[in-house]
């Protein structure tokens, strides 16, 4: 059984997510076939990750992205395409971390774990800002988009003071 930390916390929410807006814009424009499709996606990710897949990571990465720029040419919501790109970019660089720290001391891990995932929701937060100033340009702006991005600040300012090194 694995150990959880703050990364496999992470990575799997970050799976969540990917697979999670990428199903919900198929469902906002009535595509309820492919949200099934994506919601089960997403539990086989976690599936493959519990598994020590980490080549499942890569190819999650590319059929989401494929997914995501279908949704696009589609006309579905930008928001939520680009929200489960960056999500799942994020999951598959922390799959790409895990795998590098498993052979770390834990004594080091703490304060890595900390700074990466510190960099990373920062990072995720410039894209989603991005994504942001496009749905204001196209007059997509939606509520639920709104709170996403108020919870995701949120956390990414948490993480970025929890991260910083003392001293």
Same mark, same amino acid.
């Given at each position: 059984?694995?150990?959880? /930390?703050? /990364? ?23 595509? +309820?076939?492919?949200? *099934?499709?994506?919601? %089960? %996606? ?5 599936? $493959?990750?519990?598994? #020590? ?10 059929? /989401? =992205?494929?997914? &995501? ?13 680009? $929200?489960?790109?960056? @999500?799942?970019?994020? $999951?598959? +660089? ?12 834990? +004594? ?5 774990? *900390?700074? #990466?995932?510190? #960099?990373? &929701?920062?990072? $995720?937060?410039?894209?989603?800002? @991005?994504? &942001?100033?496009?749905?204001? =340009? *196209?007059?997509?702006? /939606?509520? +639920? ?12 300012? =948490?993480?970025? %003071?929890?991260? *910083?090194?003392?001293?």
């Amino acid at each position: 059984m694995q150990r959880i /930390t703050p /990364t496999n916390f992470a990575l799997a929410i970050c799976i969540l997510l990917g697979s999670g807006f990428l199903a919900y814009g198929y469902y906002l424009a009535g595509f +309820d076939v492919f949200v *099934r499709w994506f919601m %089960f %996606f997403g539990l086989f990710w976690l599936v $493959a990750l519990y598994n #020590r897949w980490d080549w499942f990571s890569a190819v999650a990465l590319i059929l /989401t =992205v494929l997914a &995501s720029a279908l949704g696009l040419w589609l006309g579905l919501h930008s928001g939520w395409m680009i $929200a489960a790109s960056i @999500f799942s970019l994020v $999951a598959w +660089d922390l799959t790409e971390f895990h795998s590098q720290i498993r052979a770390m001391p834990k +004594d080091e891990l703490k304060g890595i774990e *900390r700074r #990466r995932l510190a #960099r990373l &929701s920062l990072l $995720a937060l410039i894209g989603l800002l @991005f994504a &942001s100033l496009l749905l204001l =340009v *196209r007059g997509q702006f /939606t509520l +639920d988009w709104q709170i996403l991005l108020v919870v995701m600040a949120g956390i990414a300012i =948490v993480l970025f %003071f929890v991260g *910083r090194k003392p001293g």
